[in-house]
């Protein structure tokens, strides 16, 4: 007889799978394209490259926030990463919606300061962008 145990475990596996919203696949090419006209600016994203305005982005998907080296990050990224958020799609998604917003949730304060104001209106802009940085770690 099977385990009842393992059994549950499998269903609640599965279940947290089939919940898991399907995150479209985006165009890395493109995004590469679009993070050079809308991000760049502010972001590397080579690995050791510098900070600018922005902290060096390199391996930031599926890290915690404030991970880049020597960069000083708003309190509000540190307090959302002990909070436990990670830049997974979903994340960087809502994040590039309305990084101040998203930030402010994340972090639990609802006064946070974010100093990247930038909004990435259409969807399928970030969801390239998301592909393209998704490559770069
Ligand atoms: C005008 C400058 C500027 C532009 C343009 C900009 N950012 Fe930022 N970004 C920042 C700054 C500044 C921070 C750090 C925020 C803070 O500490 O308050 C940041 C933080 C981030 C973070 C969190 C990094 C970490 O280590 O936790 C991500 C992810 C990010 N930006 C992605 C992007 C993407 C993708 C784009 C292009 C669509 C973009 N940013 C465009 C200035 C910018």
Not at 116 to 122: A, G, N
């Amino acid at each position: 007889m099977t385990n009842p145990k393992t059994t549950i475990l499998a269903l609640a596996a599965a279940l947290a799978f089939a919940a898991a919203p399907a995150f479209a696949e985006g165009d890395a090419g493109n995004g590469a394209k679009l993070f050079k006209r809308k991000c760049f600016v502010c972001h590397t994203i080579e690995q050791g490259a510098k900070n600018k305005v922005g902290p060096n982005l390199w391996a930031v998907f599926g890290n915690k926030p404030g991970m880049a080296e020597g960069y000083k990050y708003s309190k509000s990224y540190l307090a959302a990463a002990e909070k436990g958020l990670v830049w997974d799609d979903k994340a960087i998604d809502a994040y590039m919606i309305d990084p101040r917003k998203f930030i402010r949730e994340a972090s639990g304060d609802p006064k946070g300061k974010s100093k990247m104001t930038v909004k990435i209106k259409k969807d399928t802009e970030r969801v390239d962008i998301i592909a393209y940085v998704k490559t770069q770690k």
